[in-house]
Structures are given as C-alpha cells and as structure tokens.
C-alpha cells in the first residue's frame, strides 16, 4: 500500500492552535490542492479529532467513485449530526484502536436533513492501526491511502515507517504561537525514535505567502 499525507503549516511549525480550532488559516488555492490530492485515492484516513474540528465530509466533488472514509479513533463514536454521516460518498470505516481484539461489525445509520433521508453505512473496526491498515488492504483492496491530518496519526504512520509520500503547506503568513499548540507530529518534545529522510521533489512558492511542498520517501 502507498500512502501519502497532506498537512498545512504555520511559519512557525504549527497545525493548529493549542486550543485545536480549525485549520482553515490558508488560501482557497491550498483548499482546492486538498480536493485535487483527494483524486484518484482508494482511502483516506483521519483522525477523529480533526474530523471534528474541520467538520469533514472526506468526499471528492465530481468524481462517481469515492473513496473508502477511514476514520481513526482511540474509542470514542462519531457523533450522530456529524455532516459526514449526512453526506453521500464512500463507506465510511471506524478504527476503534484501544480494543486488544480485532473485531469488524457493520451498521446503517439513518439521517434526515431538510425532509431527505439518506442511509449511510458505518462499519466498526477494533484493532491496532497496523492491523487496520492491513484489513484495508486485504479486505478492501486498498492500494492507495491518503492521511489528512491530524498530527499524532501522522506521526504513528511516521514511527512505523510507512509514510510514502508527504505534501505540505507552509503558511509564511501566519504564526500561531503557544508551546502546547500541535506540530507536525504532535506535540512538541514528543519527538520520533529515529529521524526519517525524505527528499524534496516539489516546490512551489505561491504570490500569496504560501508555498507548496512535496516530499518522497528516501528510500520510496
């Protein structure tokens, strides 16, 4: 399985403020990069919090094949009013990563929104995220998975290694401050065992005090 990640920035190495509000800090070019990288993917993959925060439906705007939406969660449920339950798109997975046991059920959960109901499948998955990943791949033939966010998920993918591909946005535009806000893999001094190396291989300055970067697996 290959897997990319997508994350935006702040000039000083933030994702977010250190109350977690919602990371919408950079332009409508970078918004329309993140629908553009969504193309084509079998999965993507998040982790519930950010879910939250930026109210994600995780579908990709006309295109008849969505991709599988792969949530990650330590136990927590999704809450019933989320939009991603009242959107139509691909089957929406939960990894439940506190469970010891691997277990998989399937429910429907019906939604009403301005007199339409929509039915949306949710199948519940309990495991590891290593065994969840697998799954993906065996059971869903996943191939190609895309992470946006949020930290600590991008940093588990990190510590094992499995990190193909990596897109950033830097927002030279903003600083957010705060030695308790998130970076790039969590919190600050919760650092990664080893270093990974990856290479530059996209660089991209914007007029509006952004630029987009893109980097590959050293070893991919």
């Given amino acids: 399985m290959y897997i990319s990640a997508n994350i935006a920035m702040s000039a000083d190495a933030k994702i977010s403020t250190r109350s977690y509000t919602p990371a919408r800090f950079t332009s409508q070019r970078d918004s329309q990069r993140l629908l553009e990288l969504r193309k084509d993917k079998d999965a993507l993959l998040v982790g519930r919090g950010t879910l939250l925060a930026d109210t994600m439906t995780m579908r990709v705007p ?48 019906d939604t009403t929104n301005n007199s339409l109901t929509r039915v949306t499948t949710l199948q519940h998955y309990s495991g590891s995220l290593p065994a969840f990943l697998h799954h993906l791949e065996d059971q869903h033939g996943v191939k190609t998975l895309h992470c946006e966010g949020g930290g600590m998920l991008l940093k588990s993918l990190l510590a094992l290694d499995l990190l193909d591909e990596l897109h950033l946005t830097l927002a030279a535009h903003t600083l957010f401050g705060g030695k308790e806000a998130p970076t790039l893999t969590g919190q600050i001094g919760d650092y990664l065992a080893t270093s990974q190396h990856f290479i530059l291989s996209h660089f991209e300055p914007t007029s509006d005090g952004e630029c987009f970067l893109t980097y590959q697996k050293a070893s991919a």
Avoid: F, N
Wanted: glycine residues 6%; hydrophobic residues 25%.
């Fill in 62 to 109: 006309d295109q008849s094949q969505q991709p599988l939406r792969c949530i990650v969660s330590r136990s927590s449920p999704i809450p019933s009013d989320h939009p991603i339950l009242q959107s139509q798109g691909g089957l929406i997975l939960l990894c439940h990563t506190e469970a010891k046991t691997p277990t998989e059920r399937t429910g429907m959960t």
